[in-house]
């Protein structure tokens, strides 16, 4: 079982930028990816991005390439997800998550979130 945390939300203004980290703990197939949902208020959840834990494949929602970068540091555990020119609509709270794999839609254990508020 894999044990998720995430941190680094916050207020920001539009325009501004945040880095989240997800803490990773716990038995990580070498195949696992870490990806990164969002889920506003009164919306379903949607996927962000996502990074293979070894190797370093990445997958984005269409709607966050440009603004949005997701790396990792396998010494450290943690994946960051980077994200600049934010906009109030991307207000939501934050989840990472892992998988089997980057491709698959099935994520399997989840972190509890962490709120990101971009105030116009």
């Known amino acids: 079982q894999v044990q998720l945390a995430e941190s680094g939300g916050g207020l920001v203004q539009a325009g501004g930028s945040l880095r989240l980290s997800c803490a990773a703990s716990?038995?990580?197939?070498?195949?696992?990816?870490i990806g990164w949902f969002r889920q506003a208020p009164g919306k379903e959840r949607e996927f962000v991005a996502a990074?293979?834990?070894?190797?370093?494949?990445?997958r984005f929602a269409d709607s966050m390439k440009g603004r949005f970068t997701i790396s990792g540091d396998n010494a450290k555990n943690t994946v960051y997800l980077q994200m600049s020119s934010l906009k109030p609509e991307d207000t939501a709270v934050y989840y990472c998550?892992?998988?089997?794999?980057?491709?698959?839609?099935?994520?399997?254990?989840w972190g509890q979130g962490t709120q990101v508020t971009v105030s116009s």
């Open positions: 998550a892992a998988a089997p794999n980057i491709w698959t839609k099935n994520y399997d254990s």
């Open positions: 716990g038995r990580i197939s070498n195949s696992y990816a």
């Open positions: 990074i293979s834990w070894r190797g370093g494949s990445t």
